[in-house]
């Protein structure tokens, strides 16, 4: 067994964000990732960086400059459309940088770089992870390799292998899934729908209807990604052989019956075959009692539907978690009440604005209550 002052499971944003903060304050940990290498599997598509999270834990890491190198500019821009692409608001990308745009991938690559060679341990998925009695912790990966660690963070999502250390909470399906597709370079390829979704997101409803939204992202090179999301039971997607991708996006293009071709294209005419995201969630005040020597970040702390803050709070999390590590030299108990007495009540607050925006989103009249939302109506 390999012995690790401090072990971080998963290579996500908040798990290499921690690293990145202990990295700048002269603090050594060592991440562990399931995935073979940085490129095994894709990222997720565009995220915006808000100002009073994810840029200042970008900040603490030392990052900003990195940061602005990669941000797809003019991408904060609106479009609220009905579904016979009608645009009720158009409304463009100001310029303030409030909270630009990255691709997930980008962004994870940037801190990845930051960090020195050997720091992420690649190909380490967890199979087991058992409490040594000393506020140690033992994890055990496929294999049969182990390390012992004395302080061990689980970064590793939705799913994690760590958070049953903390609290037997399992996430719950949350009501609502998106079904995801891209169009790749749709100014040549399809320049109508290209138009539609404009510079930056489109939100496409069908304002006689609720529980149903049509979301497009314009990312790099032209690409567009987009989730067609829908509140329904989970066992309500079981109609859809996602097997067959042909018959798949014949039965999910059902759903946009009467839209505008350059909407439903997005659909139909996908260059990716559809993928189901169904959308899990943790209680959204979930907190456990403090166990030694271990703790938890982003979403295996805090998981909640898509709702922008997942992103920024895991790497405020992980920024934070650090600078209390640093502020409290010897004293792992200190460093961990104090990051999690701060980040329960923050990861709540955030959950629970997140939820009432979802409910917007797939709610009565949604389109209507998103320009007041982006207006400032109301």
Same mark, same amino acid.
């Given at each position: 067994?390999?012995?690790?002052? !401090?072990?971080?499971?998963?290579?996500?944003?908040?798990?290499?964000? /921690?690293?990145?903060?202990?990295?700048?304050?002269?603090?050594?940990?060592?991440?562990?990732?399931?995935?073979?290498?940085?490129?095994?599997?894709?990222?997720?598509?565009?995220?915006?960086?808000?100002?009073?999270?994810?840029?200042?834990?970008?900040?603490?890491?030392?990052?900003?400059?990195?940061?602005?190198? !990669?941000? /797809?500019?003019?991408?904060?821009?609106?479009? !609220?459309?009905?579904?016979?692409?009608?645009?009720?608001?158009?409304?463009?990308?100001?310029?303030?940088?409030?909270?630009?745009?990255?691709?997930?991938?980008? /962004?994870?690559?940037?801190?990845?770089?930051?960090?020195?060679?050997?720091?992420?341990?690649?190909?380490?998925?967890?199979?087991?992870?058992?409490?040594?009695?000393?506020?140690?912790?033992? &994890?055990?990966?496929?294999?049969?390799?182990?390390?012992?660690?004395? #302080?061990?963070?689980?970064?590793?999502?939705?799913?994690?292998? &760590?958070?049953?250390?903390?609290?037997? &909470?399992?996430?719950?399906?949350?009501?609502?899934?998106?079904?995801?597709?891209?169009?790749?370079?749709?100014?040549?390829?399809?320049?109508?729908? %290209?138009?539609?979704?404009?510079?930056?997101?489109?939100?496409?409803?069908?304002?006689?209807?609720?529980?149903?939204?049509?979301?497009?992202?314009?990312?790099?090179?032209?690409?567009?990604?987009?989730?067609?999301?829908?509140?329904?039971?989970?066992?309500?997607?079981?109609?859809?052989?996602?097997?067959?991708?042909?018959?798949?996006?014949?039965?999910?293009?059902?759903?946009?019956?009467?839209?505008?071709?350059?909407?439903?294209?997005?659909?139909?005419?996908?260059?990716?075959?559809?993928?189901?995201?169904?959308?899990?969630?943790?209680? !959204?005040?979930?907190?456990?009692?403090?166990?030694?020597?271990?703790?938890? #970040?982003?979403? %295996?702390?805090?998981?909640?539907?898509?709702?922008?803050?997942?992103?920024?709070?895991?790497?405020?999390?992980?920024?934070?978690?650090?600078?209390?590590?640093?502020?409290?030299?010897?004293?792992?108990?200190?460093?961990?009440?104090?990051?999690?007495?701060?980040?329960?009540?923050?990861?709540?607050?955030?959950?629970?604005?997140?939820?009432?925006?979802?409910?917007?989103?797939?709610?009565?009249?949604?389109?209507?209550?998103?320009?007041?939302?982006?207006?400032?109506?109301?």
């Amino acid at each position: 067994m390999t012995p690790e002052p !401090i072990a971080i499971v998963g290579a996500g944003l908040g798990g290499l964000t /921690l690293a990145r903060v202990l990295h700048v304050r002269g603090i050594p940990a060592t991440v562990y990732e399931a995935d073979p290498s940085p490129t095994a599997r894709t990222q997720g598509g565009m995220i915006d960086i808000h100002h009073h999270n994810g840029q200042p834990a970008l900040a603490t890491a030392g990052l900003t400059e990195e940061f602005h190198r !990669i941000v /797809l500019a003019g991408r904060e821009s609106y479009r !609220i459309a009905d579904r016979d692409g009608t645009v009720l608001l158009d409304r463009p990308d100001d310029g303030s940088g409030g909270s630009p745009e990255v691709l997930r991938g980008a /962004l994870r690559q940037m801190l990845l770089d930051s960090l020195p060679a050997g720091t992420v341990r690649w190909g380490h998925r967890v199979s087991a992870v058992r409490a040594l009695g000393d506020g140690r912790h033992e &994890v055990t990966f496929d294999g049969g390799n182990s390390v012992v660690a004395d #302080l061990l963070v689980g970064a590793d999502g939705a799913w994690s292998r &760590v958070r049953p250390l903390l609290t037997d &909470v399992l996430p719950e399906y949350s009501g609502s899934a998106s079904i995801e597709t891209f169009l790749f370079d749709g100014d040549s390829r399809h320049p109508a729908t %290209a138009k539609a979704v404009g510079g930056g997101s489109l939100f496409g409803f069908d304002r006689g209807t609720r529980g149903k939204i049509l979301i497009a992202h314009r990312e790099s090179d032209g690409n567009l990604h987009a989730y067609l999301w829908l509140s329904r039971p989970l066992d309500g997607f079981a109609g859809i052989d996602f097997a067959d991708p042909a018959a798949a996006r014949a039965r999910i293009a059902r759903e946009l019956d009467g839209w505008a071709p350059e909407l439903t294209a997005l659909i139909t005419d996908s260059d990716t075959d559809p993928v189901l995201r169904p959308h899990f969630a943790l209680p !959204i005040a979930h907190r456990w009692e403090r166990v030694a020597g271990v703790t938890l #970040l982003g979403d %295996a702390a805090h998981l909640q539907p898509p709702n922008g803050e997942g992103a920024n709070l895991a790497m405020q999390d992980g920024a934070e978690l650090g600078t209390a590590i640093a502020a409290h030299p010897g004293d792992v108990e200190a460093a961990l009440t104090a990051y999690e007495r701060a980040m329960f009540p923050r990861s709540a607050a955030a959950a629970q604005d997140g939820a009432a925006f979802i409910d917007l989103l797939l709610g009565d009249d949604a389109a209507g209550n998103l320009i007041e939302v982006f207006t400032g109506a109301g």
